[in-house]
Nanobody
Framework: QVQLVESGGGLVQAGDSLRLSCAVS????????MGWFRQAPGKERDFVAA????????NYADSVKGRFTISKDNAKNTMYLQVNSLKPEDTAVYYC??????????????????WGQGTQVTVSS
C-alpha cells in the first residue's frame, strides 16, 4: 500500500506564493508518474501538473504554465508544487497522486492508483 500526505496549503492573497508538498510512504516502485490535481467547490477534479519518476520530464495544464513548478526529491520521497502569482481562481483543494502511466495520459485522474487527502488553497482578491 502507498500513503500520500499533502501539506503546505493555506489562505493567501492574490499574487502570493506557496509550496505544496506531498510525502510518499509505503510500497516503492521502480517506474511511476506523480501528479497534482485540484478541485474547486462544485467542479470536477482538474489536472494541474505531472512528473516522471526520475524527474526528467514534466507536463502542465495550460492554466498554470509559467506560474507553477512541479519537482520531486527522491531522497526524501517527496513531491512539490511551487505555486506563484496565485489568483482567486486557483482556490481549490489540491491533491497529489501516484500512477503508472505516461505523461501524456497523466492528465486523466483515472490513470492514478493512489491519492492523498488533499490540502486547501484559498486565494483572496
Amino acid at each position: 500500500q502507498v500513503q500520500l500526505v499533502e501539506s503546505g496549503g493555506g489562505l493567501v492573497q492574490a499574487g502570493d506564493s506557496l509550496r505544496l508538498s506531498c510525502a510518499v510512504s509505503g510500497r516503492t516502485f521502480s517506474w511511476y508518474t506523480m501528479g497534482w490535481f485540484r478541485q474547486a467547490p462544485g467542479k470536477e477534479r482538474d489536472f494541474v501538473a505531472a512528473i516522471r519518476w526520475n524527474g526528467d520530464s514534466t507536463n502542465y495544464a495550460d492554466s498554470v504554465k509559467g506560474r507553477f513548478t512541479i519537482s520531486k526529491d527522491n531522497a526524501k520521497n517527496t513531491m512539490y508544487l511551487q505555486v506563484n502569482s496565485l489568483k482567486p481562481e486557483d482556490t481549490a483543494v489540491y491533491y497529489c497522486a501516484v500512477g503508472f502511466t505516461g505523461l501524456r495520459s497523466a492528465v486523466t485522474s483515472s490513470e492514478y492508483a493512489y491519492w492523498g487527502q488533499g490540502t486547501q488553497v484559498t486565494v483572496s482578491s
